[in-house]
C-alpha cells in the first residue's frame, strides 16, 4: 500500500503552468474557457498544488506548451524544457529570414561560450 507521502507533489507544475500562462497573456478565465474547466480549478493547480485529473493536465500542458518530462522525468537526456519547447513553438512562427538571424545570434552564444572556455 502506498503512504501518503509517496504521492507526487504538484505544486512545481502549479507554478510552471501559471508562469506559461502569464507569458501568454491568458487570463485563468480565458483557460478555463478554453479547456472547459472552472478558474477556480486552475487557481487551485497553479497556487495550491491541486492534483490536476489526466484530461486537466493533459489539455493545460497541450495548451500552453508545458513539458511535463522536466517534472515527470527530471533525470531523462531524452527531456525538453518547457522554455525550450516555448522557444521552439515561437520559432515556427517564424519567417526563414527570421530564422537566419535567430541562426546567427545561436551562433554567436554558441562562439563566446566556447571563447570563454579555452
Known amino acids: ?6 504521492k507526487y507533489d504538484f505544486k512545481a507544475f502549479g507554478q510552471a503552468i501559471k508562469e506559461a500562462r502569464t507569458k501568454q497573456e491568458l487570463t485563468r478565465e ?7 474547466i472552472d478558474p477556480r480549478y486552475l487557481t487551485n493547480i497553479e497556487n495550491k498544488g ?4 489526466i484530461q486537466v493536465l493533459y489539455d493545460l500542458v ?3 506548451n508545458v513539458s511535463v518530462d522536466e517534472f515527470f522525468l527530471p533525470d531523462s537526456d531524452r527531456m525538453k ?3 525550450r519547447r516555448q522557444l521552439e513553438k515561437q520559432l515556427d512562427s517564424l519567417t526563414d529570414n527570421d530564422l537566419i538571424i535567430m ?4 551562433n554567436g552564444i554558441l562562439k563566446s561560450k566556447k571563447g570563454r572556455e579555452n
Open 62 to 64: 497541450s495548451l500552453l
Open 103 to 106: 541562426e546567427s545570434v545561436a
Open 1 to 6: 500500500m502506498r503512504k501518503k507521502e509517496d
Open 30 to 36: 480565458q483557460v478555463g474557457t478554453l479547456i472547459e
Open 81 to 83: 524544457n518547457t522554455r
Open 50 to 53: 491541486q492534483h490536476p485529473s
